[in-house]
């Protein structure tokens, strides 16, 4: 009996994996296993062949060459035997930990999940005090993945330390950024860790019930975590005795429906209330009065399914990776145009132009890279000058840029800047929950002074009126939305400022 | 928002809405999980659902009309029989998705479908993006595109 590891990550199915893995089942003698993605999306569907205890990969495997997979053949064809995915240099030198298990366990079986170190954490956790947990969470110095970066313990310590009758965890799974999807693929390919991670974050602040807010656009995460949960419940890790410690914890999911601003903490909270995803006013914060008034830990994901391993193997150990206060590893998102877009999981410090040419390999049209948006839609773009920034929150900041969730987008040089300056004014006007007047007209106005700019009408009086905009909107908005859509344009006009001189003569200068 | 009627059609729906509503009725912030459930039983939120499920739930008719035109997910009209949706967002854009929208949406070769932009699908690195009738694709062409929606045209 031969076996076969076929993804079953939505990105890799995007691709086909479903057709291959659906050619090797109808093979005697093949058993099938359907597993997350390694993160090397670049060379999906990546089939994984078991010879002698070890796993070989094949790159880009199409339904017709399951045979020359198994008989060999494969091997001979230029850049399609990827040799041992182990030791495969886009995989070796990365420093998995969050994503440790991704790609490599069947993401359906639970004693897989246990096989493979899982549970270690919870175990260690449920033998500790609440504060204990807490403290081991401050110690690693672990940081908001959501993009924040607020540091994880001291969220904790408040909603531990607030009195009351019913507290909540919630997940923060709306990961609607563009450039992102580490949350993604560590749920469709590990779901079991966010389960863990959020039983453990229960424990240290003293909740029985969680919520995992997950958007309708994932609907093969939703699917995976679902049957996690229901086993979890069946092996007695979640509902009212933990793992035999007398604990009780309930978790559920729900979907999200289609509103970008649900990623923001307090819309989240909102939409999981049934109500319209409107920013609240803080304070006071979700720690205190978060879901339905009660103190609440909100986390996004990454951060929840780091703790386990964190517990597992202390605070410390997490706490010796990474570079100044930005402690431990970042789940990278290497997307847009690049030649091997994928997930790179690092320590901090790692320099943004290492991530583009060691692992993203330039852009696949092969033109040069021009710009890089990091951190997502709200996030700054960035010229080939900074390209040594470290990954790094505090030097991203002071850069006027951000770390953000990881993602990044990168663009060759036939990108125009002023038509991303405007699509950032326009994501704005479209998501905009529209409860401050900044986020809400700010928006709109932009992209109207952009279309003007583009248009080659008075740039000069418009770029000064378009920096005021920018302003209002960076002070007077409510949330992250408002507050920081000037970044995206302002990082373009302050990098490209060549792509906003216009002249009214241009032909494609005209306004759609 | 419009009037119920109470044609026999329209009663069947109240009552099947209705029940759909009081399943969910126990659990917290029950709103959002009835709207998808309505999604996926109709297809579309009617604006007659929007007083029976209020009904249900004891919110006000506001309230929930409030939430269903907040959301993108929750159409009032019946769905179209095809529906492709191509993602707009930089990473997608960066490999060329804003051509392929409004490629498709000028193209009368999808016949009734509609084409609508989303923004991002999770699927970043293999661009540009798309869902056709719901199925997540990568690496999308406008020869693909034509490929996946064969016969749309009529």
Redesign the interface.
């Known amino acids: 009996m031969t076996t076969v590891y076929v993804p079953g990550d939505a990105s890799a199915v995007a691709v086909g994996a479903d057709e291959v893995a659906a050619a090797f089942a109808e093979l005697v003698d093949v058993t099938v296993v359907r597993t997350g993605s390694r993160g090397l999306l670049w060379a999906e569907p990546l089939v994984e062949l078991e010879v002698d205890g070890v796993r070989l990969g094949f790159a880009n495997v199409e339904p017709g060459e399951v045979g020359s997979v198994l008989d060999g053949s494969l091997e001979r064809l230029e850049g399609r035997f990827l040799g041992v995915v182990d030791d495969h240099p886009w995989l070796a030198p990365q420093r998995r930990v969050t994503a440790a298990r991704v790609g490599v366990v069947d993401p359906a079986s639970i004693a897989d999940y246990e096989a493979h170190g899982g549970w270690s954490g919870l175990r260690r956790a449920l033998g500790l005090s609440p504060a204990e947990v807490v403290a081991e969470v401050t110690e690693s110095g672990l940081r908001g993945r959501g993009g924040a970066g607020f540091p994880a313990g001291v969220k904790w310590k408040t909603v531990l330390e607030t009195p009351a009758e019913q507290k909540f965890v919630a997940c923060n799974f709306d990961e609607g950024d563009s450039g992102t999807f580490a949350d993604r693929m560590v749920v469709e390919g590990d779901p079991f860790t966010l389960v863990e991670g959020m039983t453990i974050a229960a424990h240290a602040v003293g909740a029985t019930e969680g919520y995992v807010y997950v958007r309708s656009e994932y609907p093969h995460a939703i699917a995976a975590l679902r049957r996690a949960i229901e086993a979890a419940y069946t092996h007695g890790f979640l509902g009212d005795d933990v793992a035999g410690s007398g604990m009780r914890f309930d978790l559920h999911v729900r979907v999200g429906a289609g509103a970008y601003i649900c990623g923001e903490e307090s819309s989240m909270l909102e939409s999981l209330e049934g109500k319209r995803g409107e920013v609240r006013a803080k304070p006071p914060i979700p720690a205190i009065a978060g879901l339905f008034g009660q103190p609440t830990a909100v986390n996004n994901v990454l951060t929840l399914c780091t703790v386990p391993m964190i517990l597992a193997d202390g605070g410390a150990a997490y706490a010796e990776l990474g570079t100044g206060r930005s402690r431990g590893t970042q789940l990278f998102q290497l997307a847009g145009n690049v030649a091997r877009g994928g997930l790179v999981e690092l320590p901090f410090g790692v320099t943004l132009r290492e991530l583009l040419e060691d692992y993203a390999g330039g852009t696949r049209t092969g033109r040069p890279i021009r710009a890089v948006q990091v951190g997502g839609p709200l996030g700054a773009y960035l010229s080939p000058e900074q390209f040594d920034l470290p990954m790094d929150y505090e030097a991203f900041a002071e850069a006027g840029a951000m770390v953000g969730h990881g993602g990044i987008v990168v663009f060759d040089d036939s990108v125009d800047m002023a038509r991303m300056a405007r699509f950032a004014m326009e994501f704005c006007s479209l998501e905009s929950c529209g409860k401050c007047t900044p986020c809400r007209v700010g928006s709109v106005r932009g992209v109207e002074t952009l279309d003007r700019i583009i248009a080659g009408d008075d740039v000069a009086a418009n770029l000064v009126l378009l920096d005021d905009l920018c302003e209002t909107m960076t002070k007077g908005s409510l949330c992250a939305m408002g507050g920081l859509t000037p970044m995206p344009v302002q990082s373009a006009i302050r990098h490209f400022p060549e792509d906003f001189d216009r002249s009214p003569a241009t032909p494609e200068g005209a306004v759609r | 928002m419009s009037t119920p009627t109470s044609s026999p059609a329209t009663a069947e729906r109240a009552a099947l809405v209705r029940a759909v509503a009081e399943q969910h009725r126990e ?7 009835v ?2 459930e309505l999604i996926s039983e109709f297809g579309y939120v009617d604006p007659a659902d929007v007083p029976v499920v209020a009904d249900v ?1 004891n919110l006000s008719a506001a ?1 929930v009309h ?2 269903v035109s ?5 159409r009032t009209t019946p769905p179209p029989p095809h529906v492709v949706a191509l ?9 060329g998705a804003q051509a392929l929208y409004d490629d498709a949406r000028a193209s009368d070769r999808l016949g009734e479908a509609e084409v609508q932009q ?10 540009p ?1 798309g869902l056709v009738d719901g199925a ?4 999308l062409s406008p020869e693909r595109l034509a490929e996946l929606t064969r016969g749309w045209g009529g």
């Open positions: 659990v917290r912030g029950p709103l959002l999980p709207l998808h739930l309230e409030g939430v907040f959301y993108h997910d929750f993602c707009r967002g930089e990473a997608c854009q960066a490999v989303v923004f991002c699908l999770g699927n970043c690195a293999l661009g993006s997540l694709h990568g690496r």
